[in-house]
């Protein structure tokens, strides 16, 4: 997702504009938390006016969205906070409605906000992929721990959606009090999350409070966090979510990419081998940084790595023969 990295943001910090795309109903105002300038993909927070009246009918992109304050009428059914919605491109909801106002955070993943008039789905809709849920009264916490290695114990979390194609998750999560994690971490995936209630503390930026929201690009250093009183947040990632840990706070995303290539190829050689080969098989490790980091207590004589013990030379320690410096296959 071409979004950019934004991250530390309030969305009380701005003010509501109005909504003025076609087929939306007056009464209608956002805060955009997130925007992908390429397909028109965003997160906000939507504020609905008392007496809002959507007619039914469909967006052309999948969308997912929950109540955060307030109650929204859906059809038939009362939707209170924390009641969560996914919705397949193409599927035609019912009249939505709300007598006092309400506050919901919507976000549209594969193109721009959009609604088409309509109370029949559309004939290519994965209408069976629809579903809703009173998240907070309907589902029990679980434990964080859904990746290996997972999180300090204290980060409980509630799964919303899961594709089983790319991996992507939405899901609530929330931070008892007194959680503490004392390491930085960072994801192959892009992470959003929308602080629902509470506050948490994160190193790098300091309090994220109610309604603190960050999208946060793969390999970008987060971390080390705690929570005071406790939080709940809405959180998403957009592909399998794997936690590197380290304790380097410094390590640029070049680097953290770098490390989990590392980490693959110490992991599963043959997997690193297959998804870096091009023209030939020929993969070198890459450098993990806090294997060859300087550590406090260093003598400052490292073992010479370009010198075998029978006098010559080897620049670097790959397990794979050098070919002829007038061969025409050579390394870049």
């Known amino acids: 997702m071409a979004r950019p990295h934004i991250e530390p943001f309030c969305d009380r910090d701005v003010h509501f504009k109005n909504m003025k795309l076609p087929g939306f109903s007056s009464g209608m105002s956002y805060k955009m938390l997130s925007l992908d300038n390429d397909t028109g993909a965003c997160s906000m927070t939507v504020q609905l ?3 809002y009246q959507q007619p039914p009918g469909f967006s052309w992109s999948e969308m997912e969205m929950i109540v955060i304050e307030g109650e929204l009428q859906v059809g038939e059914k009362v939707c209170r906070k924390g009641h969560y919605f996914y919705i397949p491109a ?13 506050l919901v955070l919507m976000m549209y993943n594969t193109g721009e906000p959009s609604l088409e008039p309509s109370t029949q789905h559309h004939a290519l809709a994965q209408v069976d992929l629809f ?50 994690q004392d390491n930085i971490s960072y994801h192959d995936c892009a992470e959003e999350s929308y602080h629902l209630w509470g506050t948490s503390w994160m190193m790098q930026f300091g309090e994220v409070p109610t309604g603190g929201y960050f999208w946060r690009p793969a390999y970008i250093n987060h971390g080390a966090f705690a929570s005071e009183y406790g939080c709940i947040a809405l959180g998403r990632v957009d592909s399998k979510l794997f936690n590197y840990f380290h304790y380097n706070p410094w390590s640029t995303p070049i680097e953290n990419q770098n490390r989990a290539g590392a980490r693959l190829y110490q992991r599963d050689p043959l997997l690193y081998k297959w998804a870096i080969s091009y023209d030939h098989n020929h993969p070198h490790g890459p450098e993990d940084f806090e294997q060859t980091m ?15 013990s029978d006098g010559t030379r080897h620049d670097h320690w790959h397990g794979h023969n050098h070919h002829n410096p007038d061969s025409p296959h050579h390394h870049d």
């Open 131 to 180: 579903h809703n849920i009173d998240s907070y009264m309907d589902l029990p916490w679980a434990m964080g721990n859904v990746t290996k290695p997972s999180v300090a114990a204290g980060c409980l979390i509630k799964l919303l959606n899961y594709n089983p194609i790319s991996h992507a998750m939405t899901f609530l999560y929330c931070m008892t009090p007194a959680f503490k």
């Open 294 to 308: 300087q550590r406090r207590g260093d003598s400052g004589h490292e073992h010479d790595n370009e010198h075998h």
């Open 90 to 102: 193409g599927y035609a909801m019912p009249m939505m409605t709300t007598q006092q106002g309400c």
């Open 49 to 51: 006016a008392g007496g």
